[in-house]
């Protein structure tokens, strides 16, 4: 089995695709990540039988130091309906079936400041570039910087505002897998807050690429006018 290693301060950690023996410690860390989290608002915890899923997928690693999980990102297969991110992307219903969701990453809260999730996140993305999949999505909560910071990092790009999971604002992020985003020079800057404005320029095809702080506001950078789907 494949192993990524790595250090946190003065500590090695270790990286590997996890099994249903993890599950009692997976399921352990969520716990503590919840118990610590200031906005639970931010989080959607998955169910066992959602982490056995993306298991049984070979689509979840974990973070381990001293033999202890310490952090996981979990990729998932969704079922294909009408709440299904794709269609929020602007994809057609037969290319859903190539589409994976970056589901959730869980970092103990004694480890953070490392940038785990960010080094979990380049793993999943090396995974996902030897994989037959298309398009990866994921959905961000507004104002949750270290998120948001992370799936732009990867050169996932916003290409949604909506309520999603009943009645949570989300962003649907999304990148197209295999292939290079052709940038362009045209780019505004919205108040994040700025809801409205946001889905109009999505609606016109704009496409959310950045975020940045200015006087202690954060702002969305949109890059116009582009496909990228």
Not at 120 to 136: C, F, K, Q, R
Not at 143 to 164: E, H, R, Y
């Amino acid at each position: 089995m494949k192993e990524w290693k790595g250090k946190l301060g003065e500590k090695e950690y270790i990286v590997r695709k996890l099994t249903l023996d993890h599950l009692d410690s997976i399921l352990r860390l969520q716990h503590v990540v919840l118990r610590a989290m200031e906005n639970d608002n931010f989080l959607s915890p998955l169910t066992i039988g959602e982490y056995e899923d993306s298991i049984a997928c070979n689509l979840m690693i974990g973070a381990f130091v001293d033999d202890e999980l310490i952090a996981f990102r979990a990729l998932a297969l969704p079922p294909i309906d009408d709440q299904h991110l794709g269609y929020d992307i602007g994809l057609s219903k037969d290319q859903l079936e190539k589409v994976v969701y970056q589901e959730i990453t869980n970092v103990h809260p004694n480890y953070r400041g490392y940038g785990l999730q960010k080094k979990l996140g380049v793993i999943v993305m090396e995974l996902l570039d030897a994989s037959p999949y298309t398009h990866v999505c994921a959905t961000v909560a507004p104002f949750n910087i270290a998120s948001l910071k992370d799936k732009l990092s990867q050169g996932m790009v916003i290409g949604a505002l909506k309520k999603k999971y009943g009645d949570m604002l989300r962003y649907v992020f999304y990148k197209k897998i295999h292939v290079d985003r052709n940038k362009v020079e045209k780019f505004i800057e919205v108040p994040m807050d700025a809801v409205e404005k946001q889905q109009q320029l999505i609606a016109e095809g704009w496409i959310g690429t950045a975020i940045l702080q200015k006087d202690n506001n954060w702002y969305v950078t949109y890059e116009g006018k582009g496909t990228y789907i």
